[in-house]
């Protein structure tokens, strides 16, 4: 998975929220194993701000997760938004058709 440093950044939170919510935690619980508060949990994983790099490594640590398996999450998470982006492409193409079959029912139409 390679991917610019912009999008990492945007499945930073989407990660850390799944990397979470897998182990069943709420984010007091994770909020109370690394001593922070659940508001800057909330706020990593809304994406308002991300984590310091010790504090990353806490959370990784309370998750039970090494880099490995967290670039496994992040993988999942990119995944995730590629078949997001397939599934909206995919409706535009499927309105386009839509209306280009209806233009030549029209057209069917006008030369009869």
Known sequence: MLCDADTHMAMLPKAL??????LGLTDYQVAEKIRSSPSVIQGWESGRNLPQ????LMALEA????????HQILAEVYADMQLG?????????????KAIQQQHSVDAKAAT
């Open 53 to 56: 790099f010790s504090y990353f």
């Open 17 to 22: 929220k799944r990397a979470r919510e897998q």
């Open 63 to 70: 998750y039970g997760l090494d880099f490995a398996s967290f």
């Open 85 to 97: 982006e397939i599934r909206r492409r995919m409706e535009q193409i499927e309105e386009k058709l």
